[in-house]
DNA sequence: CGCATTTTTGATTCTTATCAAGACGAGTGG
DNA sequence: CCACTCGTCTTGATAAGAATCAAAAATGCG
């Protein structure tokens, strides 16, 4: 599946990449963005170990991408193979659509914690002890003007959501980045739409 | 680039398409939408005459398809080429990453400017009399509601984004589902996120 | 010519953005 | 080790934008 590949290394803190060439990200976390003339930002999509990126294939047009932790990542010489881009393409568009129903038709606790659910997926540690039954804890990479781009929404905003979780016992952190969800159910059904509580 | 076809034919008025094949739009207009649980609905993108769709290239996992207009339709028998699946989905990815912006961090107004554009682009009747510099007229195939679950909005913003843009005279109609556009530039200018009139 | 649907318009409410301080943490230099 | 500072996070008060509720006007159809 992959061409030659070299291990590029790129232990940057929110440094950037432009480089025309195909990526995976190996360990950290990569979003995409956009900045538009003003200061709004939008960040598309939020990448974490194995998803694949670059030129030609997910930044189309003028998206960029920034690590948002230390982060390495893969190159590949030449350009994928098509099928490989297919997948990849397909996997994006899916989730492009997905966030436009987040985007257009959620609430703002409803935004926050698909967002969780979707960085516990990706980010996820594997230590889930034995107690933990369902709880998982995840370093999110992102800080909360990051989810606030990602989401559409403000930062304050962001950050009163996950007071009300914490609050009400969804998720638990005394690090604002170390998150640990502790009622999964409960995101699930506030992430589909489900659940009207949690006003923010 | 296209296979054996035929034409389909499908004088449908909002009648629903569900067939796995490949299909494109040859007159009329056609919507994406997907339904939430409770009464909400988004369309993701609405297809003028040349686009493409179907089973496996955009209505990727449980998006459906609806006629808005007398709209037909030809349909290919095999998978379509590799190629043309390509081109298909970078166009399709590319209009959701513009519409996460729209549905992210426009205002209603600046939503209801892009999507008219957009639509005149993909509509425009090529019949601009020798007066009109840079007017175009076109039908609106969607309602207020279909518009509305498009830009993330109600249908009561929606009209009364319409209603302004038609005072300050940047488009005109009288009959709501024919739209001239007047003020072509003051438009663009809005769907930019310059200009921060016309508030709904 | 009614009847049903869509559109417009108005009044009000709600959610979220905006504005404004503080609180906390990490890193720096004395 | 301790101020000091910078960036992030939290929290509160207020305001703006869009949703909701409600009811007319158009429009289209049988």
Redesign the pocket.
């Known amino acids: 599946m992959a061409q030659h590949r070299t291990r590029a290394a790129l232990p940057l803190e929110r440094k950037f990449i432009s480089r025309p060439t195909t990526l995976r990200v190996v360990e950290g976390c990569v979003a995409l963005y956009r900045e538009l003339g003003d200061g709004r930002r939008l960040i598309p999509d939020v990448l974490g170990p194995g998803r694949l990126f670059g030129s030609g294939l997910v930044d189309v047009q003028d998206c960029r991408a920034m690590t948002l932790a230390a982060t390495s990542v893969e190159t590949f010489d030449g350009p994928p193979q098509a099928a490989v881009i297919d997948v990849v393409m397909r996997q994006m568009l899916l989730r492009a659509q997905a966030h436009a129903i987040l985007l257009g038709r959620k609430?703002?606790?409803e935004r926050v914690a698909t967002a969780l659910l979707d960085l516990a997926s990706q980010f996820a540690r594997k230590s889930r002890s034995p107690s933990g039954k369902g709880k998982t804890t995840f370093n999110l990479h992102l800080?909360?003007?990051d989810l606030a781009d990602w989401l559409?929404?403000?930062?304050?905003?962001v950050?009163?959501c996950?007071?009300a979780f914490k609050r009400g016992r969804l998720i638990a952190?005394d690090?604002?980045?170390i998150i640990t969800i502790r009622d999964r159910t409960a995101l699930e059904a506030l992430a589909a739409g489900n659940a009207r509580a949690f006003?923010?």
């Open positions: 609430t703002a606790a800080t909360r003007a559409g929404l403000t930062l304050e905003t950050s009163r996950l007071g952190f690090h604002p980045e006003a923010a």
